[in-house]
């Protein structure tokens, strides 16, 4: 199974500041995220940062993050409400989509339940964690967990699919 590196990980956790913070092309903002990145995986890594996406290549994979949902994401998945906040892509094989939701996380929680349910997903867990809620849910080709938090009048998903294992 592949897994990517610590140095591809730390370049993955960069990104979203980079991109929230609007590089936009050929700016010297995007010349200092390429090189941040760049030093985080040890010069070993591929950077492109446009307005829209930040892509990184290395021998590990390559992920690409973004504002909208990536090119890949898996179809038969239902996406929460919401405004998406980032959107990750490794591969093909891991998704992770942050999204600003309205409602409470008890509401917002309850309506995902409801889009997997709906969506052919079995909710095999639920719990209550620091206020908010997190759901894992199991589908034919895909495993989804979705944790809804709640702070300063703002409701936020964290919303991570992976292929199913076996």
């Given at each position: 199974m592949w897994r990517p590196s610590a140095r591809l990980v730390g370049a993955v956790l960069l990104v979203p500041g980079l991109v929230l913070a609007g590089c936009a092309e050929g700016s010297s903002q995007e010349q200092v995220a390429e090189k941040a990145i760049e030093d985080a995986t040890g010069g070993r890594a591929d950077v492109d940062v446009d307005a829209e996406e930040v892509t990184v290549e290395s021998e590990d994979g390559t992920v690409t993050m973004g504002k909208d949902l990536p090119d890949d994401f898996p179809?038969?998945?239902p996406v929460p409400e919401?405004?998406?906040q980032s959107a990750t892509s490794l591969q093909g094989r891991g998704w992770?989509?942050?999204?600003?939701a309205e409602g409470n996380a008890a509401s917002v929680a309850a309506a995902i339940r409801k889009q997997l349910?709906?969506?052919?997903?079995?909710?095999?867990?639920?719990?209550?964690?620091?206020?908010g809620r997190m759901l894992i849910a199991i589908g034919e080709h895909h495993q989804v967990t979705a944790s809804v938090s709640a702070a300063s009048g703002v409701?936020?998903?964290v919303y991570t699919v992976a292929p199913k294992q076996g």
């Open positions: 179809a038969g998945v919401g405004e998406v992770a989509v942050t999204l600003k349910t709906d969506g052919g997903f079995e909710v095999n867990r639920e719990d209550e964690v620091a206020g409701t936020g998903v």
